[in-house]
């Protein structure tokens, strides 16, 4: 299950938030390994590994539209 949190837009300038999971095809912008997490920026959108998204986070997260963290499917439940 994603956590998908978003930001206070306005509505006409507002770019499509995509909150589709990310699947194994999705790869981290900064090392190709696989995204588990998506930022939506004004700008467009990053993929990031687990790593990296937490290395990044304190800078990215004020600025993003939506921040979808799937790191959770990380987590081995046996």
């Not at 390994?33 to 790593?51: D, K, N, P, W």
Request: aromatic fraction near 6%; charged fraction near 30%.
């Amino acid at each position: 299950m994603s956590n998908l949190t978003t930001g206070a837009v306005d509505e006409l300038d507002a770019p499509v938030i995509n909150d589709a999971p990310l699947t194994a095809l999705d790869r981290c912008d900064s090392c190709g390994a696989q995204a588990y997490v998506r930022v939506t920026l004004e700008s467009g959108e990053l993929l990031f590994c687990a790593h990296h998204a937490a290395e990044f986070k304190e800078k990215l997260a004020p600025k993003s539209l939506a921040w979808q963290d799937e790191t959770d499917r990380l987590v081995d439940e046996r």
